[in-house]
């Protein structure tokens, strides 16, 4: 998928350093009940008249459709030129620095195309299923209207995600380390009423999702899964699927690698054995250091970050309260706990989950402790429902070598400096 | 708060007819378990190679900040000039009926002003507590980044919802009659615990909520509340608020009515009794028919609209199987059940709920049937966990009178034609 050269890594690394685990004395800060929230201000800014007390602002004719704050202009998604040989076949990343909660907004969502965003006309948009099926059927968007709908929160990772981090601390912001990854609502149709809708023949056994874009994405899905809960999608957070996101409708398979969410999805083929197209065999699959690659690689396996503090976020408000946050999930379940180090591992203590959260979907979590303005080794560590333990990237690379490009999910480490400074770094 | 001149009312209204309840046999298609998926379809427009199959599109740095399809132009906040005097202080409609789910977009959440947008300086916002407190203080957006915060999905709505319809049915679209609500993750500092550390004096009775715009909002609240479940939130669905919802702070105050939710928060001031200011005196006060008005109704009761069809949004693929959707909520809790029928009120049956929703909170509900094609008289009936029941509109006005403006939660009904073209009616 990406172009991991030396050239690359010189570009992007910032730090290689490797912290020895328990260099730091910082056990006795976890718990802590002592506060102080500063009030260090100019009390000028409260008692002066500012201009937005006494101007009249915008209408509500202003903006039909609203943005942003214009003081927030740098809360976007950003791309890595360099990264690919063009910006139609690329990503840009989440910026999970600048968020919280657990809803990912539209305008922020990354993306990933093959072929550019492709701006389907909803009045020409044809979706058919063909292949093992007792009626082929082509349906348009008013067809699809008719169909009982779902709304689900799901999180869409891309496989790549954390892929530059196979080989040590390259990538200096959970932005770029872990920001392939969105967290959204959908409405749209259980993809099991559609297939019950046209009759699937008994030899069906797979299917085969097709994008209506320039690349012609296509990937195999077993038909246990497509049976089981993914979904025809049509809105995202309330609205429309934005385009760069599939609009009008995409394929929503929630907790597996994002690449087979097919986006402006068009065609549908039921058959009896995968397709081995070239997004499921020479990209998406797991190469081992003998040379062997895993034949598929589907679920996203339980993974977290901290998102603050963090290198594109600074602690700024100094020693004291300090509230750490972040985000984890799992392609197999709930999220049933994160724990929080601040010592790079040593010693762990349990976040405190907060905020709509299901089976799929990303998490958020807090740890608030009394930050005596040492160093620390910042670290989360996600556990599903399944009983799986987010591992760390040693654990992940005595099995899979470093030639891996895909689903890394290995423990994150933050080093944050007195100042409040973060950076990427790995321990051993 | 707005002028419900008969100039008005001309303008606006398309239809007073009155139904008699009971001239449609409907009953009958309640229940359905035939299916009648049309495909009547030209196409050519699959086998047909259409432009975004195969040229590029735009690559991934095109847009750091994403919006909605060319192809969604008309799902706009819609306002009504000469609703008010000037758009600095008016209102506009959240597009109800081109939304699922249950999360209302940022750029889609309905608009209320009072003296225009305030666009704050973040560097110079101040958050000042004073009064009956131990400390008066003054925070700034670092100090309120170490308090532990918390995530929730709440409605809100303005008290004047649906007022126009206290005279019979006036406007003709439910982005209209309804719009006036919006359902958002906020991101946020419960309100409890900063009071907690500037130190509440036992004589603390009630809050006064003060708005850094040009016309300085300000309302009273009971200390019972503020120490419930109030939040001071600065992001909304994962981002930071909109200028137009307060950036880069607002209160809010779960399931009581939307004026309340003081944007731009500057500061609450600690007292012994309500401070009776304009906004919650001379408005947001329900007159009676005898002249008297009640002092204050803070609590917005359950109630629900059917969003499609709708005025809007026409049954466009024909009779068959059809899908009914809208949205409920209450501000005493969750929703237990929402009823709909499609005979006026004669018959009911329970509608589906589907999506995340909790207390407080906006929920979504389908009901799915087999339509014969026949008129329809379409109502949804809302039920809370404290056993409430939404009241038809003849109900409510057997209380208040026609003179209210406020607080208006009484059944909706569209009429929906042969061809599917609904309009807003009474039933009686």
Redesign the interface.
């Known amino acids: 998928m990406f172009k991991y050269g030396n050239e690359m890594v010189k570009k992007l690394k910032t730090s290689r350093r490797k912290f020895v685990v328990g260099s730091l004395a910082a056990g006795s800060a976890l718990i802590s009940s002592t506060?102080s929230?500063?009030?260090n201000?100019d009390?000028k800014?409260?008692t002066e008249m500012?201009p937005?007390?006494?101007?009249?602002?915008?209408?509500?004719?202003?903006?039909?459709?609203?943005?942003?704050?214009?003081?927030?202009k740098h809360?976007?998604?950003?791309?890595v030129?360099w990264l690919t040989a063009?910006?139609?076949s690329?990503?840009?990343f989440t910026p999970l620095h600048?968020?919280?909660?657990?809803?990912?907004?539209?305008?922020?969502?990354f993306?990933?195309?093959h072929?550019?965003?492709?701006?389907?006309?909803?009045k020409?948009?044809?979706f058919?299923i063909n292949g093992l099926v007792d009626q082929n059927?082509?349906?348009?968007l008013?067809?699809l209207?008719?169909?009982?709908?779902?709304?689900?929160?799901y999180f869409l990772e891309c496989a790549a995600n954390s892929g530059m981090e196979w080989r040590g601390a390259q990538l200096n912001g959970c932005q770029f380390t872990h920001g392939m990854i969105h967290n959204v609502?959908?409405?749209g149709i259980p993809l099991k009423d559609i297939l019950k809708?046209v009759g699937l023949k008994s030899s069906a056994k797979w299917i085969l999702a097709e994008g209506?874009?320039?690349s012609?994405m296509t990937r195999s899905i077993p038909i246990e899964k497509a049976m089981d809960d993914c979904i025809i999608a049509f809105?995202m957070?309330?609205?429309?699927?934005?385009?760069?996101q599939g609009?009008?409708v995409r394929l929503v398979v929630p907790g597996w690698e994002g690449n087979m969410w097919v986006k402006?999805i068009?065609?549908i083929e039921v058959g009896d054995k995968p397709w081995h197209h070239r997004e499921e065999t020479s990209k998406y699959t797991d190469l081992f250091s003998n040379g062997k690659a895993r034949r598929f690689t589907w679920e996203m396996d339980a993974k977290s970050v901290i998102t603050n503090p963090s290198p594109q976020a600074p602690i700024?408000?100094g020693r004291?309260?300090?509230?750490i946050?972040g985000v984890a999930w799992s392609g197999r379940g709930k999220i049933q706990k994160v724990d929080v180090s601040i010592d790079g591992g040593v010693n762990w203590a349990e976040a405190?989950l907060?905020?709509?959260a299901?089976t799929k979907s990303m998490h958020?979590f807090?740890f608030?402790f009394n930050w005596d303005g040492k160093p620390l080794l910042l670290q989360s560590r996600a556990m599903d429902d399944t009983g799986y333990v987010q591992p760390t990237k040693d654990q992940l690379r005595s099995i899979r070598g470093e030639n891996s490009i895909y689903h890394n999910n290995g423990i994150q480490t933050w080093a944050v400096d007195k100042d409040g400074i973060a950076e990427n770094v790995e321990v051993s």
Chains 1, 2 share one sequence.
């Open positions: 506060k929230i500063a009030s201000i009390d800014a409260i500012q937005w007390n006494s101007e009249l602002g915008d209408g509500v004719d202003a903006n039909p459709y609203g943005f942003p704050s214009e003081y927030e809360v976007i998604r950003r791309n030129p063009d910006p139609t690329s990503v840009n600048e968020l919280d909660g657990t809803i990912t907004p539209n305008g922020l969502c993306e990933r195309h072929g550019g965003v492709a701006i389907i006309d909803p020409k948009y044809r058919m059927t082509i349906f348009d008013s067809d209207a008719r169909f009982p709908r779902v709304n689900k929160l609502l959908y409405t809708e209506a874009d320039s012609a809105k957070n309330g609205e429309s699927l934005r385009p760069e609009y009008p402006w068009r065609r700024t408000h004291g309260q300090t509230v946050t405190r907060s905020g709509p299901d958020r807090y608030e």
